[in-house]
Nanobody
Framework: QVQLVESGGGLVQAGGSLRLSCAASGRTFSINAMGWGRQAPGKQREFVAAITSSDTTNYADSVKGRFTITRDNAKTTLSLQMNSLKPEDTAVYYC?????????WGQGTQVIVSS
């Protein structure tokens, strides 16, 4: 199993920045890609960003140029630097990890962007 715990959410004004972190534990040696999804009130969960084991990154169009995903060399800590935040970025942000054909999710951290 892989366990994921997010941190770093909070309330920020539009145009501000936040940095989310995700700590992985358990069978971390099995992890391939990791990433972030988010779910706004009344909407389905959507993809935000991902990073592969070879450090290839992928972003949703809505966050390109504003968000940056990184992972430490041990592949146990994932980060999401979010700049130029907009009210539409308000959501619960979830970390995910793909390992041996399974996707594990964290419990999420709330991000609220005020206008």
């Amino acid at each position: 199993q892989v366990q994921l715990v997010e941190s770093g959410g909070g309330l920020v004004q539009a145009g501000g920045s936040l940095r989310l972190s995700c700590a992985a534990s358990g069978r971390t040696f099995s992890i391939n890609a990791m990433g972030w999804g988010r779910q706004a009130p009344g909407k389905q969960r959507e993809f935000v960003a991902a990073i592969t084991s070879s450090d290839t990154t992928n972003y949703a169009d809505s966050v390109k140029g504003r968000f940056t995903i990184t992972r430490d060399n041990a592949k146990t800590t994932l980060s999401l630097q979010m700049n130029s935040l907009k009210p539409e970025d308000t959501a619960v942000y979830y970390c995910f990890a793909d390992w041996r054909g399974t996707r594990s999710w964290g419990q999420g951290t709330q991000v609220i962007v005020s206008s």
